[in-house]
């Protein structure tokens, strides 16, 4: 089975940390092969490159600091959902996409 | 702005190749008992590319699989025929819209984010008893309008970007005002066009639509979909964007919220390994 994988983003991650996928730029070509480990060179290079976010593994990376992973999960929960406040059906989903990210009703 | 003409939208349509033999194949055996099993696996077999792919996938690591098989007639025989048929149609479908010239189009989250739909959609339509794996190609064919106005209107599809990230709308208000036509018009169009079986056409052309529930049971279930499979962010789209979503077709899911966790978890586990299609 598959390690579970992280979300991150490039602000989050720190040398060390595993890719658990390919990375890509904006044109879809690809900058760093699934399973490169991250260094600080490495994370610099991403920056430059505008690189946003990233997935890492989550065992065998460095342990992932949790309250920044909430945050992580808060700010992008507010920025998929930012247009739904009108919408009823919408906010269900909100509700339960927060439950499950966070374990708490948003 | 210039409005694209619908009837210029159809001539591009018609002019564009067949979809592969594989996928066609697999969209007319949707719902029929009598498919040639042993015919279909070997024109899989015959496309060198398409068999490779295809048993890259089987072997990824979500399928468990003992050892690795090496055969597409072994794979079916391990994983079932319907389920190999939609992994070989996913990676001709990629295939066949990889790279589009002179546009800054990204196919990559296009896709990722239609697999994330197929997927979602396979694992909702499990816990209701409906077929799964025809769900999976309906959430896989759900946006396809969106790479026919890409492909074949790339200068104009730049503007719908430009207008998206211009006002931070929804992508189908952007196709909307800049071109006067959106993905799930032109969708119906090429589905129509390529004539996938009736429930998929629907899912297509109403995935958007505020009253989706009294279209039918399929495109409810891709209009749900798509939603979930935005709000997991699985595209990986920085601007990714929950839509509205109609509530008589949720409610028609009949889902409790333990359900519905666990609809997010499935899905999520599925995707990483469906996704090993994409290229490199």
């Given at each position: 089975?598959?390690?579970?994988?992280?979300p991150?983003?490039?602000?989050?991650?720190?040398?060390?940390?595993?890719?658990?996928?390919?990375?890509?730029?904006?044109?879809?070509?690809?900058?760093?092969?699934?399973?490169?480990?991250?260094?600080?060179?490495?994370?610099?290079?991403?920056?430059?490159?505008?690189?946003?976010?990233?997935?890492?593994?989550?065992?065998?990376?460095?342990?992932?600091?949790?309250?920044?992973q909430r945050d992580y999960h808060r700010a992008r929960l507010a920025?998929l959902?930012?247009?739904?406040?009108?919408?009823?059906?919408?906010?269900?989903?909100r509700n339960l996409m927060t439950q499950y990210r966070l374990g708490e009703?948003s | 702005?210039?409005?694209?003409?619908?009837?210029?939208?159809?001539?591009?349509?018609?002019?564009?190749?067949?979809?592969?033999?594989?996928?066609?194949?697999?969209?007319?055996?949707?719902?029929?008992?009598?498919?040639?099993?042993?015919?279909?696996?070997?024109?899989?077999?015959?496309?060198?590319?398409?068999?490779?792919?295809?048993?890259?996938?089987?072997?990824?690591?979500?399928?468990?699989?003992?050892?690795?098989?090496?055969?597409?007639?072994?794979?079916?025989?391990?994983?079932?025929?319907?389920?190999?048929?939609?992994?070989?149609?996913?990676?001709?479908?990629?295939?066949?819209?990889?790279?589009?010239?002179?546009?800054?189009?990204?196919?990559?989250?296009?896709?990722?984010?239609?697999?994330?739909?197929?997927?979602?959609?396979?694992?909702?339509?499990?816990?209701?008893?409906?077929?799964?794996?025809?769900?999976?190609?309906?959430?896989?064919?759900?946006?396809?309008?969106?790479?026919?106005?890409?492909?074949?209107?790339?200068?104009?599809?730049?503007?719908?970007?430009?207008?998206?990230?211009?006002?931070?709308?929804?992508?189908?208000?952007?196709?909307?005002?800049?071109?006067?036509?959106?993905?799930?018009?032109?969708?119906?169009?090429?589905?129509?066009?390529?004539?996938?079986?009736?429930?998929?056409?629907?899912?297509?052309?109403?995935?958007?639509?505020?009253?989706?529930?009294?279209?039918?049971?399929?495109?409810?279930?891709?209009?749900?979909?798509?939603?979930?499979?935005?709000a997991l962010d699985?595209?990986?789209?920085?601007?990714?964007?929950?839509?509205?979503?109609?509530?008589?077709?949720?409610?028609?899911?009949?889902?409790?919220?333990?359900?519905?966790l666990?609809?997010f978890q499935?899905?999520e586990?599925?995707?990483?390994?469906?996704?090993?299609?994409?290229?490199?």
């Amino acid at each position: 089975m598959t390690s579970s994988y992280q979300p991150l983003s490039l602000s989050q991650a720190v040398p060390g940390m595993v890719l658990s996928e390919d990375l890509h730029d904006a044109q879809g070509n690809i900058l760093l092969p699934y399973g490169s480990t991250l260094t600080d060179a490495i994370l610099r290079s991403l920056q430059r490159r505008g690189v946003k976010m990233l997935s890492v593994v989550a065992d065998a990376s460095p342990v992932i600091d949790q309250a920044a992973q909430r945050d992580y999960h808060r700010a992008r929960l507010a920025r998929l959902f930012r247009k739904c406040n009108d919408d009823q059906g919408c906010r269900v989903l909100r509700n339960l996409m927060t439950q499950y990210r966070l374990g708490e009703k948003s | 702005m210039s409005t694209l003409a619908l009837e210029l939208v159809l001539r591009k349509i018609h002019d564009l190749p067949s979809l592969p033999i594989v996928v066609m194949e697999l969209l007319g055996s949707i719902g029929k008992e009598d498919v040639n099993i042993e015919e279909l696996s070997e024109k899989i077999s015959r496309d060198q590319a398409l068999t490779a792919k295809t048993l890259r996938l089987a072997n990824s690591s979500f399928y468990g699989m003992q050892r690795k098989v090496t055969t597409i007639n072994e794979a079916i025989a391990i994983l079932g025929f319907h389920c190999i048929y939609n992994l070989a149609a996913t990676a001709s479908l990629v295939g066949s819209f990889t790279k589009i010239e002179h546009s800054n189009f990204n196919l990559r989250p296009f896709w990722r984010h239609s697999i994330a739909t197929a997927v979602c959609a396979r694992v909702l339509a499990s816990q209701l008893r409906i077929d799964a794996e025809h769900a999976y190609t309906a959430g896989l064919l759900h946006d396809i309008g969106r790479v026919v106005l890409a492909t074949q209107f790339p200068q104009d599809y730049e503007a719908v970007m430009d207008f998206r990230a211009t006002h931070d709308s929804r992508l189908i208000e952007a196709e909307n005002a800049v071109l006067g036509i959106d993905h799930a018009a032109v969708g119906q169009a090429l589905a129509v066009h390529w004539k996938f079986p009736e429930s998929i056409q629907q899912a297509v052309a109403f995935h958007h639509s505020a009253e989706v529930h009294q279209i039918g049971s399929m495109a409810s279930l891709i209009h749900i979909a798509d939603a979930i499979a935005h709000a997991l962010d699985l595209s990986m789209d920085e601007d990714d964007l929950v839509p509205p979503i109609c509530l008589g077709a949720w409610n028609r899911l009949k889902l409790d919220q333990n359900a519905f966790l666990q609809v997010f978890q499935e899905a999520e586990q599925q995707f990483k390994g469906a996704c090993q299609v994409l290229p490199a």
